[in-house]
């Protein structure tokens, strides 16, 4: 019988042949004269959506309307360039895109970047203007900093006043970093020991706000001046994997074009072996926010940098920081990518509006930090085992790499060597990875049975086994989760719920992606005749959707854990159904299965935790954080008036670091690694170092205690 590897693996042989066949008629215009280059790929791309993609969309009125309103969002989703003049004069092609990529032309994006290009030029100018002369940081006005609650400039008049603020606002935030700077340079040595001190010679001098806002003016013009800089290099090519992006992500989130440059990137993404700050980073709304943080990465080790963050300015060590609001994705990416042992220093806007600078050593990923660990905790006379599991990795090339399915079932079996009467498996913010690693890592803890159902587009669902009718573990076992456990993660706490084999608990729901993602080279699927013309690219499409076992969909909704407990990441918009034009949740034939003979009781279990959690100081800490952040959240116009920035700006600080407070102020629990891995390990103090920093976060992490409360009330 076929693996679930194999038989993907010969699905998408199949996809590619439809999509060559498919796509093979087109390239050849009526008159017998070539096409173009833009024009053969959006046909092609087109083509390949409509033979491959899961749910194809029909090219007709309605696709146009969401290419508009997405290609919008992405060319001024600041709304500082566009005038609602603009705006109506390009909704004309509002349902005549569809006609346009039909017949192979681009009329909306000739006209819109025809605009676009006018617009910069006349922003250009004003923004030198406006920082011509000094701003007046004691009156009362206010910058609204959320681009949706903002609206596209009647005139030009009101694009001046709504620049005047932004400006003032850039030069507001420069001008408090620097008050915090001389704060805290005050008294710092400037002279070497062979001068003779002196007041001048062993303090900076004390500048004013006046003076600091003279400088600020002159680092926010030169920041405009790199970023309309950067504007100007932008060229058809760019313009046209943009647009070509857009028509992708109009079918689902998922779902993508990558150019050449893009798809080396991406390359380098996922071999999980790259020099940089390990962040994974997504362009929404005109930000550059992060969307993960790699297991094991810079990043990671240094702690600060969270996902949510909205990267503002990139500085290379101690040079003058460059402002990348309003940046492309992959222009950002290179300015923050660097060599290892360099430094990058990150001003970032928490998701509460307040403003942090990181400064982050670049290194190699460290890719060990990524693979399963293990630990023990002993509560009470209990002794629990703990597995934490950063992504489902497999060696997809069969060069001997290491499976996370194999590594957990070594990790089960040394905690069972230790004699655990539980087990926690630690999924938060577990993303996802191999498919076939979530079956097998399933398997370890149920009899053999299915696992997930995979379905195209067409035609009934796949079922994927457990054919295994051995138990690795069959004790108490809690599967932690978040709104950041996505894909295989859901798969794999889906089974375990569905059979009723453990207790799911985490966040209101997990991410809630729960479909399979194919890369096809275009140039494979283009003719001989078109080599003049290559590169073409990549396309990212979805092919498939996963089902639980019950029948339901884990995309769009995720899964609902059996036990919710409040949680530090609730108040952020992120998740599958926060996406542009996401695939819906929905439903198939349910697979037959058999719960689990020593099922939880899950009633009784919840009940008594939620009365832990509402008699937790800690829990009702982090609840009242979570409510203070949600409201500042919505929160999103600020003062121009420094006095009151400032104090907003000591406000948001002081509850943004409350979350630290919430930990360190917990009980901590007798957490350590194994003894067998502490033995293995040797005098090797780097990897007896990284055994101990394992385990130093989880001693006071609150989520985890509740995890080993509920663990103790099966035992």
Known sequence: MSSPRLKIGLYASVLLAVFVLASYKLYRRNDGSSPQKDEVLIKAMLQGLSAAHYQPERIDDAFSKRVFDLYLKRLDGSKKFLLQTDVAALSQYQKDIDDEVQRGTHEFLDKSTQIMTQRVKDVQGLYREILAQPFDFTTEESFETEPDK????ANAAAQREEWRKFLKYQTLVRVSEMMDEQTKKKDKPLASTTATPSAATTSEPTRTPAQMEVEARKRVLKYFDDYFKDLSQTDANDRLAMYANVIANTYDPHTEYFAPRDKDNFDIAMTGRFEGIGATLQEKDGQI???DIVPGSASYRQGELKAGDAIIRVAQGAEEPVSVEGWRLDKAIGLIRGKKGSEVRLTVRKPDNSTKVIPIIRDVVVIEETYAQSATINENGKKLGYIKLPNFYADFNDNGGRSSAADV?????????ENVQGVVLDLRFNGGGSLQDAVEMAGLFIDSGPVVQVRGGQGSATILNDRDPRVQYNGPLVILVNKYSA?????????IQDYKRGVIMGSASTYGKGTVQRIFDLDDAMPAEFNSIKPFGSLKLTTQKFYRINGGSTQFK?????????D??????QGEKETDYPLKWDEITPAKYRAWNGAPAIDKLRQASTARVNASPSFKQLTDMVQRMVKRKDDTKVSLKLANYRAEQLQAKAESDKYEAIQNAAQPMTIAPLAFDLRQLGTDTLKVNRASRFVKPLKKDITLREAVAVLKDQI
Do not use: H, M, N, R
């Open 150 to 153: 903002a609206t596209f400039a």
């Open 289 to 291: 926010k992060v969307a």
């Open 409 to 417: 079932k070594k990790e089960l079996e040394k905690l069972k060597q």
């Open 487 to 495: 894909s295989a993660s859901e798969i794999l706490a889906a089974a």
């Open 558 to 566: 995720g899964v609902i854990p059996d036990i919710i407990l409040p």
């Open 568 to 573: 530090a990441y609730s108040y952020l918009d």
